[in-house]
Structure formats: C-alpha cells, structure tokens
C-alpha cells in the first residue's frame, strides 16, 4: 500500500452571526442552529477528463481500500479581513 501525503488549507465565508460550537471542537454553527465542519473527503470520478465528479461515502472508500486520516484539523472563526 502506498501514502498520499496530503495539505490543505483555505477560508469558508459564513453569515454573520455564525459562531463557534461550544459543544464541538472544530465546528461552528450557522445562525440558523445548524451545525457545520469542514472536512476533507475523497472526491472521484470514472476518468480524468469526466464532469462526473462525486465525494466517496466513508463506506464506498473503505470498499476501495482508501483509508483517509486527517491528523490535524483546526478551525478557526474571524472577522472578514475584506
């Protein structure tokens, strides 16, 4: 089995009034009450030219021998700088 090595970083404009889960490490809630986290997923499609792109379900990658593990995962909640 071989390793992808992988990082990800970037921003999520969310409304105002979102704020952070007290509840839940890593996840804010919108003011709707909804809660959310951004995650990595494995998206897949049938060929490298395809439109058909999809995220793979924790199930589906298993079922294909894919095994993710995010090792760090911080989210952090500010004004917008824009």
Same mark, same amino acid.
């Given at each position: 089995?071989? %390793?992808?090595?992988? +990082?990800? =970083?970037?921003?999520?404009?969310? #409304?105002?009034?979102?704020?952070? @889960?007290?509840?839940? *490490?890593?996840? %804010?809630?919108?003011? +709707?009450? =909804?809660?959310?986290?951004?995650? #990595?997923?494995?998206?897949?499609? @049938?060929?490298?030219? *395809?439109?058909?792109?999809?995220?793979?379900?924790?199930?589906?990658?298993?079922?294909?021998?894919?095994?993710?593990?995010?090792?760090?995962?911080?989210?952090?909640?500010?004004?917008?700088?824009?």
């Amino acid at each position: 089995m071989k %390793v992808v090595t992988f +990082t990800l =970083q970037g921003t999520c404009l969310v #409304p105002d009034g979102t704020t952070e @889960s007290e509840e839940l *490490a890593n996840h %804010v809630r919108l003011p +709707t009450g =909804q809660v959310i986290s951004i995650q #990595p997923v494995i998206e897949m499609t @049938s060929h490298a030219d *395809a439109d058909d792109h999809r995220d793979l379900s924790y199930e589906e990658a298993i079922a294909l021998d894919l095994h993710l593990e995010c090792t760090e995962r911080t989210i952090e909640l500010d004004e917008d700088p824009g």
